[in-house]
């Protein structure tokens, strides 16, 4: 397998670790309201101790800020219960539920392709930001698209 610093983002390093729940993640009672998109829910690990994964896949054409920030503050009130949330946005399901970085599985470079964004929180620093692209490749070093970065609340420092 390559290095994996090829390939960008924090997202990188906690989604390719090997962690997992003993059982589904506690779950807060949230309102989904109108404005956020339709989503499928892939997989998820980590939580407690360590940071919460989550890989959510959503229609290509919902693919945009307004979506993507409506859809991550959803997911941070359901999973209110950590400490550091971390979403992958994909735009392809079978992406989502089988992510990998394992250049020969069969969803290798479905998961890099179907890649779109990454949403960060953390509870303790404060630091909260959603990083995505209007096209797939988030994920993807070379030939990688223009991403836009928004950040919804600053690192605080003590």
Known sequence: MKSIKKYPSLLVLIL????????????????????????????????????????????????????????????KKVYCKENEIIIGFFDDYQAAKYFTFNENSIYFKESLNSSRGEYYFNLITGEEYLEFTLFGGYLKKESAPKRTKIVLSKKQSW
């Open 16 to 75: 390719c670790c090997s962690f997992s729940y003993a059982q589904k993640p506690q779950k807060c009672n949230a309102k989904k309201e109108n404005s956020v998109p339709s989503y499928k829910l892939g997989s998820y690990e980590g939580g407690s101790n360590s940071s919460f994964v989550l890989r959510v896949s959503l229609n290509p054409s919902l693919v945009n800020q307004a979506n993507l920030i409506s859809l991550a503050a959803y997911l």
